[in-house]
């Protein structure tokens, strides 16, 4: 048995000398498209599905055929480490997540979070990026293959109940300023990208620069995701001198008050935090479990691997003065390791 | 790139080279699964079970066994790929349980970056394994750092230049070392720059001194007291800012005195010091946590707690800085706040609380007269009051 398979396994290997001097074959030798003609062979198990690639098949196609949307891609993408195919080439497609945690032995993936703030036509100090700017950014990754995946997903896959690309990163966007609207939006749905919008409540509707819960509830319709930025925008970390009561009270206010108005308007609590200034601290996690948050976030620049303390995740604030290289440098999706 | 895809891409380039014939082979076999098919599932199917073979030899078991899941969707009843199959997996759960076996000692010991990586060791080979990860998220704490010291017309841009090649990084040293916000350095204070995930040391001293030696401590080798430099590290003379952290748990518990959190300190110089007891530095840290918790303690009326803390540090060392003094004060305190507590118990007619309270400064020092002479008021009065009531 094993004989026979490495003899035949060298004869596919003689055939495939013989192949690559016959002339490629032409997409229009074989327009297996336009006939209906037998489903291209697969053979399938429950992990997997091995097929060959048909003349015009991409990752998408592919994914639309046997993992039941062409936003599985991805996953045909990281497994084959390929991004395109030729006619009849082998394609392995696995039908499920094969590594939840990104561990490999080589290192483990990181997942980088994007925090923005405003956007106008022209920069203005650090946190007011030029429009141009934005959308240079969220095309640089859609041409360099980042899949922007939610802030939900990613949370799920720090519970280890989903896999994330090999390029996922996040967006998020912070305080709820009315210029999301106007120029982050068109870009994002423009490329496909999703978001999540952290706001403090104080600021929702106060004026002109801030979005209204009328904007959060069509921005959540459209597919954004709305989460919490506490009520004042405050320091969450105890202050010197400040009582235990004291702090709990304002505790109370900076976390369930804005529980409550994502309740009355839009018939949901938020279940992620953004902490103020990124500022944290040990004693300050407890109270965000309580209030009912299961994740949130601080703004110190480095990505998250899956296995990241949920309450304790980390962002990368992109400014206004930073360089298409210098915005580069905070999409590393993988650490090395040597884990073998 | 991880180092899977990097593999697939050599799997790739030869499935391109067979590309031409393998079309040829597709055409012929719309019937797959009829008699026909096994000449084109055969030499599919060896193939992976070649790469299947090759990469156990290699030991990279997780992708073997999906090598050898790939080899079964193709050839489903191939028996002997579904034995290998089941070894492998044997062979992998094995490999697992032990490494987290080794993980969870490992933490017992307080040695944090050897489980770290144990854990994240069983993860490689079985990434969806609960255990693993929840011991890597929850118990597990990455303290991986230099320390620096700062020096004159430093700027923590600058610092970020120089470890990370991107000044925007600062903002990491900024939040590690708590900083305030717009931070003036004083030279000779030490900062701790912490690694980055995904972002290589790029100072040439900076790098991480031989990781897998530093990580791994030959397990039935205690490691001495004192430590000694890290194998490996290259910091040549003359430049000695950079020194790598000696033991998580000390630099822990150093952090966590750093930002007054003494409980968490205690905790964490405990573990220390239970791998290496009377380890000086460890005493050291205890002390002056068991110091600083004692006052912040006094500060905030804790008279009891206070005391307590203080009775530990002086089973330390008994002269302490001005410890003795510290107790003293808790005690008198201690002593006037019972005392006063009585007096506004009394005032408010609840004789016997305010006789209990008294009996506590009683308790305390035995020669305060005050509180004798109220005890016996209150006593006097109470039995006046039960006799009315008899009546």
Redesign the interface.
Known sequence: ??T???V??G???L??????T?P??EPTA?PSSARP??R??????Q????T?AQPGDTPETLAERYLGGADKAWMIE?????RAF?????V?IPRG??????????????VPILTYHNLAEQAKGRLVLAAASFREQMRYLKTNGYRVVSLADFVEF?R?NRQLP?RAVVLTFDDGYHAFKDFAYPVLKELGFTATLFIYTDWVGAGRGALSWNDLRELSAAGFDIQAHTKTHADLRRATGETEAQYARRMQAELEQPQELFNRNLGHRSQILAYPY?RW???LLPKVKEYGYIAAF??????N?????PLTGHRS?I?SE?TLD?FV??L????E???? | ?????????AA?AL??????????T??S??A?GGPGAAT????????H??QAEALEAD??L?RAA?EW??V???T?DDA?ARQALDALRAKIDRAVTERIDEGRKALARGVQVEAR?KF??A??LD????AA?DA???DTREVEFMTYTVRAGDTLTAIAQRYYG?R??S??IW??NQLPPNPKLTPGTTLKIPE????PFVHPEARRPA??VAAVPTPDVPRPATPAPAPGATAPAGKEEFTSEVNPLLAEAREALD?N?YG?AIGTIDKFLVGKPGDREGLTVKKQALYGQAKSQLDAKQYSESIQSLTVLARLQPDYEDSSALLKQARVRMIEQHYTQGVRFYREEKLKEAIAEWRLVLEMDPGHANARRNIDQAEKLLRGLEQRMKK
């Open positions: 048995m094993t026979r398979a490495w035949l396994a004869a596919a290997l055939l495939g000398a013989c192949a690559s016959a490629t074959p074989t003609g037998p291209p062979a697969a053979y399938q198990s992990d997997f599905v091995v060959f990281d497994y084959t480490g390929l030729s006619p009849g080439q082998e392995v997540p094969w590594n939840p945690a990104g561990v490999t032995p080589g290192g483990y993936q990181i720090t280890l090999q990124g601290e040990e004693g601080s703004v110190r620049r480095q990505g691997a899956s296995f990241v303390r604030q400014y930073m210098d440098r905070n590393n999706v993988f650490q390791e040597n884990l073998r | 790139m991880s180092g899977a895809a990097r593999g697939w891409l790739a499935a391109l080279a067979l590309g031409g014939c393998a079309g040829m597709a055409k076999d719309p797959a084109a599932r055969d030499p599919l199917a060896a193939r079970r070649q030991a990279q997780r999906e899941k790939i079964l969707t193709i489903p002997k990586r994240l060791t993860l490689a990434p969806g394994n609960r990860f890597l998220q929850n991107d925007s990084r903002e990491v939040e590690t980055i995930p995904g972002v990781p897998v930002r959190d968490d």
